[in-house]
């Protein structure tokens, strides 16, 4: 691997890939990692070759029986350590997230340090993964043994590269389950700097495997037939993709996949705090989230003047180099400004009202950056595109509603499940709304807040199965029953 020798961090001895604890070259594509902001290459990574895929599988699976029955305290002791590792080496790691995805400086930092806490948390179940009995009568005895899944693989994304790795791979490793990650080809590093600490402290030779490359390596690690649960986020088409492919092994499957977001405002609310949420909602890490809110439900009564706060607020964020740490960094990569930039020009086309932003983001310091206006398009039709479809940019949509019923059949209108929002001071609307709309999380006089120990996931084409807190930890147990015929005493 080859690193710039501008950037603070240094790349020189990380492998391509960590396979029964040995750093190896990969077999594979030779690629260069692209910095969005200064569109140069700083690093090269080779992606793992097919024979390499099956290497990490088999060495996942031989260090399977070690590690599930290492004592549940010393399981959590090593992970501890890993999160304090994590942590030590929080300015590097923040350093690359921010460089290799484009994210403001304090953005990456948080998700490096998220990464840790992931750890930490799961660090304090590991001793905790208590089973039931069950009454049978006085002649048997029933009980119920929470066992590691077996090997699993975590396909990653490029948006949240370390946040994501530690939220599945912490609860597989606590669960006593043993881990093949594979990042996504944009964002690999992170990835592999996290399986070389973990070695480190102490995690056994092939329990946390880390292997790179694009969609085929993925596929085949998920299609695997040592491959017991497959932990993927992603968009909503790869999901499918990789939900077949874990058929073949009969791997059970966490999605966590795109969304199209409703954040509603009734005029009770305060709007300025509202008006906040809503534009870090929509533009924070450039929009690329998939708990983004996305669309904007407003009453009609409060619509202009909720839209005017929130247009301010998105014409004074900052756009610069990660490095600067700026409100907005680049989007990653040329496809996903292209994706951006499509869905502009067709709203355009439609002769949808664009009240700010809507063209490319020209920052000086940075002249070829992949930089996108922040951009809000207002009282956009139920059925446009835009209104239906996850962009995964900085763009907001605007709706307006009179009516409870009206509000909810909005919302409740994409095909999408992720999480929804809703502003108001009345706590019986909002309990209403909680309680019937489609998503797998609500927030309310807020967005997104609550951090890591809540469940998180998607109904509908958002998604199955949660992560983050206790929850997290189901998708890596394997419930095993025992039952005990004992007769009674005579
Ligand atoms: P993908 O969903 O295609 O990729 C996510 C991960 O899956 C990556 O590691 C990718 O590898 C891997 N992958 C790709 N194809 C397969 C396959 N057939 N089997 C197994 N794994 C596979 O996202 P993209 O990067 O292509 O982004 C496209 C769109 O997805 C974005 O525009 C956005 O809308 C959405 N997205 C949603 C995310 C979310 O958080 N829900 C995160 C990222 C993207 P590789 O990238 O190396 O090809």
């Not at 077949?244 to 705090?273: C, F, H, R």
Request: negative net charge.
């Amino acid at each position: 691997m080859t690193a710039g020798l501008q950037y603070p961090f240094d790349l020189g001895s990380l492998p391509d890939a960590v396979i029964g604890g040995i750093g190896h070259a990969g077999g594979g594509l030779s690629r260069q990692l692209v910095d969005p902001a200064a569109r140069i290459s700083f690093a090269e990574v080779r992606d793992a070759s097919l024979a390499q895929v099956d290497h990490s599988a088999f060495a996942a699976q031989t260090a399977l029986r070690l590690w599930a029955d290492t004592p549940p305290a010393r399981r959590a002791q090593v992970l501890m350590a890993l999160a304090d590792l994590i942590a030590s080496q929080a300015d590097e790691l923040t350093a690359v997230e921010c460089v290799n995805v484009g994210k403001p400086l304090s953005q990456a930092r948080r998700d490096v340090l998220r990464a840790a806490e992931y750890f930490r948390f799961y660090a304090g179940a590991c001793d905790k993964l208590n089973g039931d009995t069950i009454p049978l009568g006085p002649d048997q005895t029933a009980m119920t043994l929470l066992q590691p899944v077996g090997v699993t693989a975590h396909i990653l994304p490029w948006n949240y590269p370390i946040s994501t790795l530690a939220r599945g791979v912490a609860p597989a490793l606590a669960a006593g389950a043993t881990v093949v990650a594979k990042p996504s080809e944009l964002t690999p590093l992170s990835t592999l700097m996290v399986a070389k600490l973990a070695l480190e402290a102490g995690v056994p030779d092939g329990a946390f495997n880390a292997i790179c490359g694009a969609g085929e390596v993925g596929e085949a690690l998920a299609a695997h037939p040592n491959v017991a649960h497959v932990t993927f986020t992603g968009s909503t088409e790869t999901g499918r993709r990789v939900m077949q492919a874990a058929s073949g092994p009969v791997a059970g499957v966490t999605l966590e996949l795109g969304g199209k977001s409703p954040v509603m405002v009734w005029p009770d609310a305060d709007l300025d705090a509202a008006a906040e949420g809503v534009a870090r909602g929509i533009f924070f890490n450039a929009g690329q989230v998939c708990a983004a809110g996305s669309r904007l439900l407003c009453h009609a009564d409060i619509h202009d003047a909720l839209v005017d706060r929130v247009v301010q607020r998105a014409r004074a964020m900052t756009m610069g180099h990660g490095l600067t740490d700026p409100d907005l960094g680049p989007l990653i990569s040329e496809a996903q400004f292209a994706r951006v930039e499509g869905f502009v020009s067709r709203a355009m086309a439609d002769g949808l009202t664009c009240a700010t932003g809507g063209q490319r983001a020209h920052v000086p310091d940075c002249p070829q950056g992949l930089f996108y206006e922040p951009t809000v398009f207002t009282r956009v039709p139920e059925t446009c595109d835009i209104a239906q479809v996850e962009v995964f940019g900085p763009v907001l949509i605007t709706q307006t509603f009179e009516t409870e019923e009206d509000a909810l059949r909005l919302a409740n209108g994409t095909p999408f499940g992720l999480v929804a929002g809703i502003y108001t001071a009345d706590a019986g609307h909002a309990m209403r709304f909680a309680r019937r709309v489609e998503a797998g999380q609500v927030f309310v006089n807020g967005f997104l807040q609550g951090g890591d120990t809540v469940p998180f996931g998607g109904v509908k084409h958002s998604g199955i199965g949660r992560e983050k807190g206790v929850s997290g930890l189901r998708a890596y147990l394997a419930e095993k029953s025992i039952v005990l015929s004992h007769g009674e005493l005579s």
